[in-house]
């Protein structure tokens, strides 16, 4: 262990910016095969640890727990290297000497061990005790496990995966239908908006749901010109909230509290005519909103005057009017043709009127103040006070 630190300290002690391109790429393909290696060294310490059961003269119920404690190892992570040593070493020797070698990663070891053990010990079980018949399976996983790890030596950690799930389909279809039920019942979503005024959002789908998520995401996520300054996750963002946008406005959506689903912003009239001292806008859910983003929103919505006295209690309570009148729009739509933002392409029906002079400012809800706008470039011309391009 003595060298292992004195070579890596060697490797640490070299500056890479020194290095020529070349050289560079041949270090981070090096370093990523001798991780391999050192990985099948910790594995397989791991295995005879775990087997002896050293764990306990720390106290520790078992080798992950161990990990846990002493090595600051992630619970799920701990119990992974666990399952993966003991398959290594009495299981899978084709999976072990591919990683001592470096051919394949930790990541690639990991999927290969659950997906191989998995199956292999439903085929065992199948076989109902019957000596030929646990041989039998036995045999198809050796053989399997030889020729997936070969794939594995040339694929990623994920392609690997699904070359490992196809071969289990074929030996053992009836554990790949329960797999996929059970990946089926542990879907999640999680929705919650944070004390920053953010809305963070965790979960899993399984692969069907997953891919109809992706696959709309994606249909909207694109780059919208060569030069389009988003992240490609500010990009999946933007495409998710365009795909809530665009289903509320089909108003498909069932009532709830006997309105269609909607985004409703409280706003007083000196905070949306841009006075000092105003307060925020404020939305339900997620909290205060810069009296520029009510504004934004006010640009084309429905309108409803609520007259409070001095405790804020409701005295009076008009009734909702749209901004843009359904023939005002018709009338934009056939002028502008979509986003009026040079190179943008969104279409008509995904668009805001937006008041080049506010309406709160006294701007008239009139042709020539209005022009179409796709959501984002609204933003920019609010938020981020970009200009506004011309109107025809």
């Known amino acids: 262990m003595g060298e292992l630190r004195s070579a890596v300290d060697g490797v640490l002690g070299q500056d890479p910016c020194e290095l020529a391109d070349v050289e560079l790429a041949e270090r981070l393909v090096e370093l990523e095969r001798e991780i391999a290696r050192l990985t099948a060294a910790q594995l397989a310490a791991l295995a005879a640890f775990d087997a002896r059961g050293a764990y306990q003269a720390d106290g520790c119920g078992s080798a ?27 299981e899978q020797p084709h999976v072990a000497a591919a990683l001592a070698d470096g051919d394949i990663s930790w990541p690639h070891a990991r999927v290969l061990s659950e997906q191989i053990g998995r199956t292999a010990q439903r085929l065992r079980l199948r076989a109902g005790g019957q000596v030929d018949a646990i041989d039998a399976a036995d ?23 699904k070359v490992a799930r196809r071969w289990q389909h074929l030996v053992d279809p009836d554990g790949f239908d329960r797999d996929a039920e059970h990946a089926f019942h542990r879907r999640y979503l999680n929705v919650s908006a944070t004390w920053g005024g953010m809305v963070r959002i965790d979960g899993e789908l399984d692969a069907e749901g997953g891919q109809t998520v992706l696959s709309a995401i994606q249909s909207l996520a694109a780059p919208d010109r060569p030069t389009d300054p988003r992240l490609p996750g500010q990009r999946r963002a933007d495409a998710l909230v365009e795909l809530s946008r665009r289903v509320l406005d089909t108003g498909a959506l069932p009532q709830s509290g006997g309105e269609k689903p909607h985004i409703t912003v409280a706003i007083s009239l000196d905070a949306l005519e841009g006075r000092l001292g105003h307060e925020p806008g404020e939305l339900a859910k997620t909290g205060p909103i810069s009296a520029e983003t009510a504004r934004r929103l006010a640009c084309d919505a429905g309108i409803t005057r609520i007259i409070t006295g001095a405790d804020s209690e409701p005295l009076d309570i008009g009734r909702r009017t749209r901004v843009i009148p359904s023939a005002l729009r018709r009338a934009l739509i056939h002028r502008d043709q979509g986003c009026a933002w040079h190179g943008c392409d969104m279409p008509p029906e995904w668009t805001d009127a937006h008041h080049i002079t506010h309406w709160a400012d006294g701007g008239p809800t009139s042709l020539h103040n209005l022009v179409l706008l796709c959501r984002r470039h609204h ?9 506004l391009p011309q109107p025809p």
Request: charged share 35%; glycine share 4%; hydrophobic share 45%.
């Open 379 to 387: 933003r920019a011309v609010h938020e981020s006070g970009q200009p």
């Open 139 to 161: 045999e198809v996983v050796r053989s399997a496990e030889k020729l997936l790890v070969d794939a594995a030596r040339t694929l990623d950690p994920r392609d690997t995966a």
């Open 64 to 90: 992950a727990s161990w990990l846990r404690k002493m090595a600051r190892v992630a619970p799920g992570d701990a119990a992974a290297r666990v399952r993966a040593a003991r398959r290594l070493r009495d």
